[in-house]
């Protein structure tokens, strides 16, 4: 009975299937006078794509969650975004962005997420450190 009760459990559990670094693209640009950095992440395949919105920047180029793959690099600093939430718990997932074949989603992640947005702009030493993880949608 155990060994049936593990084998019907094991059958329900669809991991998520990652793309191979091929597959996509991610772009990060530094756009200094809108003092924000323009983030564009291009399937490279024929099946559709998804990134799971908590780790996705938001609408008002901030981040609703924690990032702790992410942060600014500042001359010596690293500087860690700003959020609105430190955990999250949404049963199922909080939601995804869909990437249809071939095509591009955009999004803008504001130098203010990581503080003043003068001093971040005023300095020419900045790398912003952000990984995206895409995953083939269900």
Request: hydrophobic share 40%; proline share 7%.
């Amino acid at each position: 009975m155990l060994l049936g009760l593990a084998a019907l459990l094991s059958s329900c559990a669809t991991p998520f299937q990652r793309p191979s670094a091929e597959k996509f693209r991610l772009d990060i640009f530094d756009n200094a006078d809108a003092r924000r950095f323009e983030i564009t992440l291009t399937s490279l395949d024929m099946r559709a794509m998804c990134v799971s919105a908590e780790n996705w920047p938001n609408d008002i180029g901030g981040f609703d969650v924690s990032q702790e793959a992410t942060y600014l690099q500042v001359d010596a600093k690293a500087l860690a975004p700003s959020s609105i939430f430190s955990s999250i718990y949404c049963p199922g997932g909080c939601g995804e962005h869909r990437i249809s074949p071939k095509a591009t989603l955009r999004r803008t992640i504001n130098y203010a997420t990581f503080g003043d947005p003068g001093t971040i702009a005023a300095s020419p030493s900045k790398v912003l450190h952000f990984v995206a993880t895409p995953y083939y949608c269900r």
